[in-house]
Each structure stands twice: as structure tokens, then as C-alpha cells.
């Protein structure tokens, strides 16, 4: 059974910078997609970034991108999330997800593993 450990949330400040880690263990992560996706209260889980296992391409929402950065180390079995110039909107829990396959995809629905998610708070 696959397992997801995310780590690296707490409070920011605006325009601070965080980095988010989900490490993997229990299955072969460097076949994995992996993506992180974030939720507020009273919303839907939304995706955030995502990036393949078999060339390393990436794909971000419109609201991260050129501020988020999405990368992996395969020999750790681990994907990060490096959070610059944060916003108050950026305060959610993020979740760290895993799918197989090779394809990107923004969906939640599509991924078949899941961390327990870490809160990020940005607030001055």
C-alpha cells in the first residue's frame, strides 16, 4: 500500500516563502505521477501542479504559476512543493497525491493515492 507523508506547512508571511515534501513509501514512486492539489473549507479540492515520472514535465494552475515550483528526487522518494512570493489566498491545507501512468492530469479524481495534507497559512 502505497503512503503519502506531506511535511513543511505553518505560517507564512505574505510574499514569504514555504517548501512542502510528500514522501512516499510502500510502492515504486518513480513510476508515479504526482501532483499537489490544496482545499479551503467550504470549497473543492483544487489542483495546483503536477509532474511526471517518465520526463520530469510539469504543468501548473494559473494562480502558482511562476511562483510555485513543482519538482521530484526519485532516489529519496520524494516530491517537493517550493512556495515563493505567497499570498493570503494561498492559505488552504495542501494534499500531495499520486497516480501511475506517465499522463498529466489536473484531476483529483484521476489520482490514486493521497497524504493526509499539511496546512499553510499565509498572514502577515
Known amino acids: 500500500q502505497v503512503q503519502l507523508v506531506e511535511s513543511g506547512g505553518g505560517l507564512a508571511q505574505p510574499g514569504g516563502s514555504l517548501r512542502l515534501s510528500c514522501a512516499a513509501s510502500?510502492?515504486?514512486?518513480?513510476?508515479?505521477?504526482m501532483g499537489w492539489f490544496r482545499q479551503v473549507p467550504g470549497k473543492e479540492r483544487e489542483f495546483v501542479a503536477t509532474?511526471?515520472?517518465?520526463?520530469?514535465?510539469?504543468y501548473y494552475t494559473a494562480f502558482v504559476q511562476g511562483r510555485f515550483t513543482i519538482s521530484r528526487d526519485n532516489a529519496k522518494n520524494t516530491v517537493y512543493l517550493q512556495m515563493n512570493s505567497l499570498k493570503p489566498e494561498d492559505t488552504a491545507v495542501y494534499y500531495c497525491?499520486?497516480?501511475?501512468?506517465?499522463?498529466?492530469?489536473?484531476?483529483?479524481?484521476?489520482?490514486?493515492?493521497w497524504g493526509q495534507g499539511t496546512q499553510v497559512t499565509v498572514s502577515s
Open positions: 509532474i511526471s515520472w517518465s520526463d520530469g514535465s510539469t
Open positions: 510502500g510502492g515504486t514512486f518513480s513510476s508515479y505521477t
Open positions: 497525491a499520486g497516480r501511475t501512468g506517465a499522463a498529466l492530469s489536473t484531476k483529483a479524481a484521476f489520482y490514486n493515492y
